[in-house]
T-cell receptor
Framework: AQSVTQLGSHVSVSEGALVLLRCNYS??????LFWYVQYPNQGLQLLLK??????LVKGINGFEAEFKKSETSFHLTKPSAHMSDAAEYFC????????????FGAGTRLFVKA | DAMVIQNPRYQVTQFGKPVTLSCSQT?????MYWYQQKSSQAPKLLFH???????NEADTPDNFQSRRPNTSFCFLDIRSPGLGDAAMYLC????????????FGAGSRLTVL
């Protein structure tokens, strides 16, 4: 069964610093991987997705993620944090077999300090 | 713009009083999902519809039911809400012909008194 582990429930960075949010997945078949962002009292929005094309995926708002099969990782990065990046970030895995389900990691709350 | 709309955004109910939350979509996606999200936790899948085919998660309580009368609408019924059912309920749609990217509504926050 597929699963997702996000390392660190809270990450705090200074404005302008590198953002690194970690995600490891477990899947018996090549998965689709996603990062979603959630702002307070809102639904989730797609940041970026990996669908077995390029291993380095670029998303919205300057975020990108690299799929590393050997490490079963899909870490999210942004070179320079902005105050508006403060939010909850969820890594997710989806299989188009077994019911078309998307399973979310526990989430990482990003704090950005001025 | 194509979107997913949830109503109401905020729902207050009394312990044991039935509640219905609604979700509509203009994306014409064939899959609709209901997730429960409690504070500072990941969304937890309750069930989903693939077209008219209903798929219940094994650990979803019987207190939760769903209806999908047509492609555009899906409802979540909570028959007898308990204090532990207070949460944000998220509706999402997906199109399995692609990577099944989910499009979420803004959520319905349920308070149980």
């Amino acid at each position: 069964a597929q699963s997702v582990t996000q390392l660190g429930s809270h990450v705090s960075v200074s404005e302008g610093a590198l953002v690194l949010l970690r995600c490891n997945y477990s899947s018996s078949v090549p998965p689709y991987l996603f990062w979603y962002v959630q702002y307070p009292n809102q639904g989730l929005q797609l940041l970026l997705k990996y669908t077995s094309a390029a291993t380095l995926v670029k998303g919205i708002n300057g975020f990108e993620a690299e799929f590393k099969k050997s490490e079963t990782s899909f870490h999210l990065t942004k070179p320079s944090a902005h105050m508006s990046d403060a939010a909850e970030y969820f890594c997710a895995v989806s299989l188009l077999t077994g019911g078309f389900k998307t399973i979310f990691g526990a989430g990482t709350r990003l704090f950005v300090k001025a | 713009d194509a979107m997913v709309i949830q109503n109401p955004r905020y729902q207050v109910t009394q312990f044991g009083k039935p509640v219905t939350l609604s979700c509509s979509q203009t994306l014409n996606h064939n899959v609709m999902y209901w997730y429960q999200q409690k504070s500072s936790q990941a969304p937890k899948l309750l069930f989903h519809y693939y077209d008219k085919d209903f798929n219940n998660e094994a650990d979803t309580p019987d207190n939760f039911q769903s209806r999908r009368p047509n492609t555009s609408f899906c409802f979540l019924d909570i028959r007898s809400p308990g204090l532990g059912d207070a949460a944000m309920y998220l509706c999402a749609t997906g199109e399995v012909s692609g990577a099944n990217v989910l499009t979420f509504g803004a959520g319905s926050r349920l308070t149980v008194l």
